[in-house]
């Protein structure tokens, strides 16, 4: 069993930033892809961005484009989410997920694709 670890979360006003962290409990098996997702109040979980960890490709939900960058530490079986120009409807818990199997040509980017989820860190940005 892979436990996930998010970290990072907090308040910010909007504009600041913030970095998520999720850290694997073993190099995620053979793991194809992690991805970050996250869920406000009263809506479906939406996908942020995701990472494929055979050649470090990436994917982005239009609206994070341009201000939120994922990455991946191989050594550290951990992936980043650095959000930056914050804005009040990214106030939500974010989630990180480990993909097992993938498409070759972009990372997973539905709930379904993914098998293990970690618990969740908040995130709330003050406008």
């Known amino acids: 069993q892979v436990q996930l670890v998010e970290s990072g979360g907090g308040l910010e006003q909007a504009g600041g930033s913030l970095r998520l962290s999720c850290a694997a409990s073993?190099?995620?098996?053979?793991?194809?892809?992690t991805g970050w997702f996250r869920q406000a109040p009263g809506k479906e979980r939406e996908f942020v961005a995701a990472?494929?960890?055979?050649?470090?490709?990436?994917s982005y939900e239009d609206s994070v484009k341009g201000r939120f960058t994922i990455s991946r530490d191989n050594a550290k079986n951990t992936v980043y989410l650095q959000m930056n120009s914050l804005k009040s409807e990214d106030t939500a818990v974010y989630y990180c997920?480990?993909?097992?199997?993938?498409?070759?040509?972009?990372?997973?980017?539905?709930?379904?694709?993914?098998?293990?989820w970690g618990q969740g860190t908040q995130v709330t940005v003050s406008s």
């Open positions: 997920a480990a993909a097992v199997r993938g498409s070759p040509w972009s990372p997973p980017s539905k709930v379904s694709e993914y098998d293990y």
């Open positions: 073993r190099r995620t098996f053979s793991s194809y892809a």
């Open positions: 990472v494929r960890w055979i050649d470090g490709s990436t």
